[in-house]
């Protein structure tokens, strides 16, 4: 069954178990209000009975009789008795017994009893007079009572069926209402597929389950692009970038071999070999690097972290394992506090800092760091061999490096994993850079 199928059954049992229990509530109450009056009423007829045969002494039983017909209105299936101290029928013409001597003590010692017996209802009183000590009872059926409650019950089961009805209706509509923007949602989901894992489904600005389910489905379509991109990633450098010295290993075994050599023939051979598979060792290190700094990314989690804190850390680890000297400059007016992952934020600041001592000949590097209330900017400045203007626009790139035009050692993947944390932090990098006069990293940070 369909969940707004349950919830329209749920709610139209909730509510008309609801409505019969009211229903069945005043009908029970009318019920026992009616009962109630009729046997006021029949108490009072107990009394007239007793003020006109047992203290009207001088008027005759006929007239009586009539009196009573002419002024009481004769009750259905009504009938009315007068016992005396031998529990006999007096006064009254009909002299059946009608209630058994059971009855009739039950009333002297209670002095006033009522019951049911069948549709009848019964009173008896116990009536002193100074013709002695009297037990009248009188017994009649309410047919006015019992139509009024035939036909309120008629009403109350008509008015249950159609509103019973209706609930279900009004039940199936609310439930479609409630439930369209999951609906919705479900029909968005059925769009995803491997080719479009970019795919996002609609969140509304209401604060509730369903726009709960919308946003955590959003954040595991993201992780799984993620992951997917970090496949494709993976698989795509290692296929483009092992394919050249693979080849160029393959093609030097092969010439190698395709006839005799002389031994220092194959020694350069296999030099050479050796340097394609380090070269190829390099490369399989910078990729598995970099797919554990995206998988780092994928995973982060961030929180405020001071900037400038970070930057003293890094200070002292420089000074203290190469001895080289960074030099930090505070021009702050707030706290320079943005939302970051520290380990991550670390090794960003590291491999520019870093560079710019490769680049400078591990001269002195400044790292200026100001903050405003909106954003906070740091600037590192070597004093190095400077960046081409050709070269700029390359620098972060992954596997792009200029280290053996210097003399140097470097795999491309510093700089490239340095503006990708930085980007994961909504920051931006920027380079300004001179030939052989240096070259200036600019990072921006919007505040926290």
């Known amino acids: 069954m369909k969940i707004k199928d349950r919830l329209a059954l749920n709610f139209t049992l909730i509510s008309t178990g609801m409505l019969l229990f009211v229903l069945c509530s005043v009908y029970f109450i009318f019920l026992k209000f009616l009962e109630a009056d009729f046997y006021a009423r029949l108490t009072d007829r107990t009394m007239v009975t007793a003020k006109l045969y047992l203290e009207a002494d001088e008027i005759s039983r006929d007239a009586l009789n009539k009196v009573r017909s002419q002024y009481l209105v004769k ?29 009739i003590d039950k009333v002297r010692k209670e002095r006033k009893i009522q019951f049911k017996d069948g549709e009848h209802q019964v009173v008896g009183i116990f009536y002193k007079d100074n013709q002695g000590d009297f037990v009248i009872l009188a017994s009649a059926t309410d047919q006015s009572s019992l139509y009024r409650l035939k036909k309120l019950f008629k009403i109350m089961l008509a008015t249950f069926i159609i ?3 209706l609930l279900l209706f009004s039940g199936r509509w609310l439930a479609k209402k409630i439930l369209q923007p999951l609906h919705v949602f479900m029909e968005e989901v059925k769009k995803v597929g491997s080719a479009n894992l970019e795919f996002r489904v609609k969140e509304t600005t209401a604060k509730d389950e369903i ?19 970090l496949q494709k990633t993976f698989v795509s450098n290692a296929s483009h970038e092992l394919r050249t010295p693979i080849t160029r290993v393959m093609m030097t075994a092969e010439l190698a071999l395709s006839k005799e050599r002389q031994i220092t023939d194959y020694q350069k051979v296999l030099e050479s070999m050796l340097e394609d598979i380090s070269k190829m060792d390099d490369i399989i290190t910078g990729l598995l690097t970099l797919a554990k700094v995206d998988l780092e990314l994928a995973s982060s989690h961030l929180s405020p972290i001071r900037l400038d804190e970070i930057l003293i ?12 000297n960074l030099q930090l400059t505070f021009q702050i007016d707030h706290e320079p506090i943005i939302l970051a992952n520290t380990i991550l934020l670390h090794i960003a600041l590291n491999n520019i800092i870093s560079n710019a001592f490769k680049f400078s000949n591990n001269q002195t ?14 600037a590192i400045q070597d004093q190095g061999i400077g960046i081409n203007a050709t070269d700029l626009a390359e620098i972060f790139k992954p ?21 990708k944390i930085i980007s994961l932090f909504k920051g931006h990098i ?3 850079s001179t030939p052989a006069k240096g070259s200036t990293f600019i990072l921006s940070f919007p505040k926290l």
């Open 211 to 229: 726009n709960q389910l919308a946003q955590n489905f959003n954040q595991l379509m993201e992780e799984l692009e993620q992951a997917f991109i």
């Open 399 to 419: 596997y792009y490096s200029r280290s053996a035009q210097s003399g140097q050692y470097g795999e491309g993947m510093g700089l490239y994993m340095a503006s």
């Open 163 to 165: 509103i019973s009805i």
């Open 313 to 324: 850390d890094l200070k002292e680890e420089w000074q203290k394992q190469n001895g080289a």
């Open 365 to 378: 590097i400044e790292c200026i760091l100001e903050s405003n209330p909106q954003q906070i900017r740091l």
């Open 75 to 103: 009750l259905s299936d009504e009938v009315i008795r007068i016992y005396d101290s031998k529990n006999k029928a007096t006064f009254i013409g009909d002299r059946a017994q009608y209630w058994t001597a059971e009855v």
């Open 430 to 432: 920027e380079v300004e």
